[in-house]
């Protein structure tokens, strides 16, 4: 049982394994991140890849589950206020073994609230062959020992890691505005902004996600959300992220619908994200709209005929306060020669 004090300078610790089925990429990404190489293995050989891959946000939780299991439901943990940074090193392809290694390099106490402290962690997630993934730095925040409370006890880790949706999964609703056709690296423009669509948070969903890769009882269960400091239940950040690339892919499915004749450009692997941010929770109910913004661009050197975009997304809820934000990038087809 882990409290704040707990945790060493330098630790490194290891997870425990979870394989990876074409099954279960499928799953996560038809609901999440419906993009031809997460989806159809036919289609997936004509991509960047070649073959059938996870999203990102697929392997961000699943390294969410590892952590859970192996630590976070033996501890005190109060919730992470955001991510520092994730880098994508590598696909995950069906048939891979994933492990986890978590390594603590920053402690410190909290000012505000003395019950709790925070803990970085540099995390890891790594296949079969011992390769790094993905790597995510983030703060996690855990009550002091003779003060907080632990988890309360219950079968959350009953579900396997597999995603299966409510009966009826609650739709991504596009935008009032019509949405401008995709445009290749050379016209994309710093400063365009816009609305990727909207959906509300069921209380079937909320928990769907939360049994597969965030099994802590404030996202899966009523009374011990009640009795948390979210205080009713609310959604895992990564379920909330997760969203954010659903309203991006319907977005992107539009621009390609307004392209027109001729081959569209084509998107291809993001790098990663940094400055993700949690800023309030979601809860049952809440109805979030995501919006995205350019923020600059620059020609790829290691690939002459891709550029990178990088752009500021965030999550507002139907009050009007941001949830949710981070800062990606994106490799985008330059125009044909």
């Given amino acids: 049982m882990l409290y704040f004090e707990d945790f060493?300078?330098?630790?490194?610790?290891?997870?425990?394994?979870?394989?990876?089925?074409?099954?279960?990429?499928?799953?996560?990404?038809?609901?999440?991140?419906?993009?031809?190489?997460?989806?159809?293995?036919?289609?997936?050989?004509?991509?960047?890849?070649?073959?059938?891959?996870?999203?990102?946000?697929?392997?961000?939780?699943?390294?969410?589950?590892?952590?859970?299991?192996?630590?976070?439901l033996n501890s005190s943990g109060?919730?992470?206020?955001?991510?520092?940074?994730?880098?994508?090193?590598?696909p995950v392809q069906p048939g891979d073994v994933l492990h986890g290694r978590r390594t603590v390099t920053e402690i410190k106490p909290s000012r505000s609230r003395p019950e709790m402290g925070l803990v970085r962690f540099k995390l890891e997630l790594l296949n079969q062959r011992d390769e790094a993934v993905l790597e995510q730095a983030n703060w996690i925040m855990f009550g002091?020992?003779?003060?907080?409370?632990?988890?309360?006890?219950?079968?959350?880790?009953?579900?396997?890691?597999?995603?299966?949706?409510?009966?009826?999964?609650?739709?991504?609703?596009?935008?009032?505005?019509?949405?401008?056709?995709?445009?290749?690296?050379?016209?994309?423009?710093?400063?365009?902004?816009?609305?990727?669509?909207?959906?509300v948070f069921t209380a079937d969903e909320i928990i769907a996600f939360a049994r597969a890769f965030d099994p802590q009882p404030f996202h899966m269960d009523e009374a011990a959300a009640a009795a948390s400091s979210f205080g009713r239940l609310a959604a895992s950040g990564w379920h909330t992220a997760s969203v954010w690339m659903a309203t991006m892919v319907t977005h992107r499915r539009r621009q390609l619908a307004a392209f027109g004749p001729g081959r569209a450009p084509r998107l291809g692997p993001s790098p990663g994200f940094k400055n993700l941010r949690w800023t309030r929770p979601v809860f049952a109910g809440d109805r979030i709209t995501y919006h995205s913004e350019v923020t600059d661009k620059r020609a790829s050197t290691s690939r002459p005929q891709w550029g990178l975009f990088f752009h500021h997304n965030t999550g507002v809820n139907q009050n009007g306060e941001e949830v949710f934000s981070f800062d990606g990038c994106v490799f985008v087809e330059r125009k044909p020669v």
């Fill in 8 to 72: 060493i300078l330098g630790e490194t610790v290891p997870t425990g394994s979870l394989a990876v089925s074409e099954g279960d990429i499928v799953a996560f990404a038809s609901r999440f991140d419906a993009q031809d190489f997460h989806v159809d293995p036919q289609k997936a050989k004509g991509s960047f890849v070649g073959t059938l891959i996870a999203s990102g946000w697929h392997s961000c939780s699943l390294l969410m589950r590892l952590m859970a299991q192996s630590f976070l």
């Fill in 78 to 90: 109060m919730g992470a206020p955001g991510i520092e940074e994730v880098k994508w090193l590598r």
């Fill in 144 to 199: 002091r020992r003779g003060v907080a409370a632990l988890q309360p006890a219950g079968d959350w880790l009953a579900h396997p890691p597999l995603y299966v949706p409510p009966p009826s999964p609650a739709p991504i609703e596009p935008p009032a505005e019509p949405t401008p056709a995709a445009r290749f690296f050379e016209d994309i423009a710093i400063g365009d902004r816009f609305e990727l669509g909207s959906t």
